[in-house]
């Protein structure tokens, strides 16, 4: 089992965009608390933002999440059934959305967000990773009394990792709903996935009523942090993560395969630019790669950037923004090809983005909800 470092506040360590490495249990009431309103929700830590519709949707702290139907300009808040943070967002159509969070937990929307039910947490996950693991150990003493002595070698030794991984699962258990989803991402209002710290990894194919652990599905026996699934134009699916990981699919997520990194740091996120098989990886220290053949290979987009990089918002004709730490912007009008780097001056932490027109672009991140016009004049 890796070594788990705790953090004092991991609030702080999302806000700076480093790696996740926390050992202490959710508090089990923040996962049966419902959300405080407050009329500081646009004003704290939001971590992304997402459209259902023409309506805008924020999720952060204290399970807050808001939603403007008049492009950022006047915010209401959700009624959720939790208060603990919610780190990412997606919605499948107008009305259909889910977010993920601080102790595993899945949310679930069918009205635009504006109400939300709690599908799944960290409790569930950790059962569903040691009947997992058990279900294994037993698969593989079964073969290993039935197996002929030239693969005793070989089994007892998949056996071994097989206990190990089950010792650790169980150890987590112990501890509690610890680990967070990091990001979400559906195919349509059915089938959808999850991923998050410590190689998590969930599927569901019901929309969210039940769902399936994929972890063992991923190439990633380390169990390193999960930290992005998006797809890309052209139809592949990418997730990124710690240590430089990305896996890619090209059949909806049913099979997966590790790709070739171009770095060994930590990737935050990954998305397309609008253009067929062509994505981007972005992540700690101003990290930027682009790749126009479907990950097959990278080049480094030179910048001035050496902030972490977070998010990524995606506009029309070839416009793309990626914020990150100290209020790095960095603007392309070219699909990603290059970038023109800007600093906010109150250097707070940007960690998602939204255009609302070729010209204008919402922000959330550290300091709540910010609006950014005249970016044509940046780029």
């Known amino acids: 089992m890796r070594y788990k470092t705790p953090l004092r506040n991991f609030l702080a360590v999302c806000a700076l965009g480093l790696s996740i490495g926390y050992a202490w249990a959710e508090d089990p009431d923040v996962l049966e608390t419902p959300a ?15 459209s259902a519709g023409s309506r805008l949707v924020a999720v952060g702290q204290r399970g807050h999440i ?29 009305k259909t959305g889910w977010a993920v969070g601080h102790g595993a937990v899945v949310l679930h929307t069918k009205d635009g967000g504006e109400t939300w039910v709690k599908q799944f947490d960290g409790t569930v996950a950790n059962e569903m990773v040691i009947a997992q693991a058990q279900n294994k150990v037993t698969r593989l ?20 990792e097989a206990q190990f991984a089950l010792e650790d699962a169980e150890f987590d258990a112990d501890i509690g709903p610890s680990k967070p989803l990091l990001d979400v991402w559906f195919k349509d209002n059915q089938v959808g996935f999850v991923v998050g710290a410590y190689g998590f990894f969930f599927k569901t194919e019901d929309g969210g009523e039940t769902w399936s652990n994929w972890g063992a599905r991923l190439d990633n026996f380390e169990r390193f942090h999960l930290n992005a699934i998006n797809q890309v134009a052209g139809g592949a699916l990418f997730i990124a993560g710690e240590a430089g990981i990305v896996h890619r699919s090209t059949d909806l997520g049913d099979t997966w395969e590790m790709l070739e990194s171009p770095y060994d740091g930590s990737l935050f996120g990954v998305s397309g630019n609008g253009n067929v098989n062509e994505v981007l990886l972005y992540g700690l220290r101003g990290h930027l790669f682009y790749s126009q053949d479907v990950g097959e290979s990278w080049e ?29 912007m960095m603007l392309s009008s070219n699909y990603g090809e290059t970038f023109r780097t800007h600093t906010r001056d109150d250097r707070l932490a940007l960690l998602g983005a939204k255009f609302l027109s070729s010209d204008k672009l919402l922000l959330v991140g550290e300091g709540g909800v910010s609006i950014v016009s005249g970016i044509s004049d940046l780029n």
């Open 36 to 50: 405080m309103e407050t009329e500081l929700a646009t004003e704290n830590l939001l971590l992304d933002v997402a």
């Open 66 to 94: 808001i939603y403007s139907d008049n492009e950022g300009q006047n915010w209401t808040q959700a009624t959720v059934p939790v208060s603990t943070l919610i780190t990412a967002i997606h919605f499948a159509d107008e």
């Open 141 to 160: 003493e079964e073969e290993l009394d039935a197996a002929d002595e030239a693969d005793l070698s070989d089994l007892e030794f998949q056996l071994e």
């Open 300 to 328: 480094q987009v030179s910048s001035d950037a050496d902030q972490t990089l977070m998010a990524i918002a995606v506009g029309d004709k070839g416009r793309l923004a990626v914020v990150g730490n100290s209020g790095v």
